[in-house]
T-cell receptor, first 114, second 113 residues
Framework: NAGVTQTPKFQVLKTGQSMTLQCAQD?????MSWYRQDPGMGLRLIHY???????DQGEVPNGYNVSRSTTEDFPLRLLSAAPSQTSVYFC?????????????FGPGTRLLVL | AQKITQTQPGMFVQEKEAVTLDCTYD???????LFWYKQPSSGEMIFLIY??????QNATEGRYSLNFQKARKSANLVISASQLGDSAMYFC??????????FGTGTRLTIIP
């Protein structure tokens, strides 16, 4: 049971480039989400999904796309990277939709946009 | 608006002493969950403890306990017998029942030998 995995661990992009941050979980969790953490701050929700085929926007969705074709995977796409997207990105999952269950976090992806 | 407030940006505590990290929250919903996460310098988010809004007793997990005062809307984390490995950033987090976590700004705890 690997939990929540994220790849890559670190990425450098140039302004305007696109990339996909990968997130996978093997716990059969319905709920998955993406957060970003800027220096000295807590995490802010980008997008989330309550099951395969269902996604919705969080607090800071602009500049990011997501899809959920399977229960296990929840990739985050940056279509045209900007320096303001330099951040640490965390993927999280939890077992029950609409619950107050603990969320399990991946190890994070550090993204630098030049 | 639903929010989490942590008023201590940083704390320095002598090793082996107990430490209390403050957290207050604001919601009108009756059902919610409160969490504390630890983020060491390595960056991962480590779940420490959970308190449900309907739980009658304060949550405890080893050296961690959550001082839950519902009427005051506070959920302070107490770490007993602090250790050098407790040095980290600590986040108070809430799930206000809408499938989204709300984070406080965090408290950076430094344990002094």
């Amino acid at each position: 049971n690997a939990g929540v995995t994220q790849t890559p661990k670190f990425q450098v992009l140039k302004t305007g480039q696109s990339m996909t941050l990968q997130c996978a979980q093997d716990m059969n969790h319905e709920y998955m989400s993406w957060y970003r953490q800027d220096p000295g701050m807590g995490l802010r929700l980008i997008h989330y999904s309550v099951g395969a085929g269902i996604t919705d926007q969080g607090e800071v969705p602009n500049g990011y796309n997501v899809s959920r074709s399977t229960t296990e995977d929840f990739p985050l796409r940056l279509l045209s990277a900007a320096p303001s997207q330099t951040s640490v990105y965390f993927c999280a999952s939890s077992p029950l939709r609409g619950s107050v269950e603990t969320q399990y976090f991946g190890p994070g992806t550090r993204l630098l946009v030049l | 608006a639903q929010k989490i407030t942590q008023t201590q940006p940083g704390m320095f505590v002598q090793e082996k002493e107990a430490v209390t990290l403050d957290c207050t929250y604001d919601t009108s919903d009756p059902s919610y969950g409160l969490f504390w996460y630890k983020q060491p310098s390595s960056g991962e988010m480590i779940f420490l403890i959970y308190q449900g809004s309907y739980d009658q007793q304060n949550a405890t997990e080893g050296r961690y306990s959550l001082n839950f005062q519902k009427a005051r809307k506070s959920a302070n984390l107490v770490i007993s017998a602090s250790q050098l490995g407790d040095s980290a950033m600590y986040f108070c987090v809430a799930n206000f029942g809408n499938e989204k976590l709300t984070f406080g700004t965090g408290t950076r705890l430094t344990i002094i030998p």
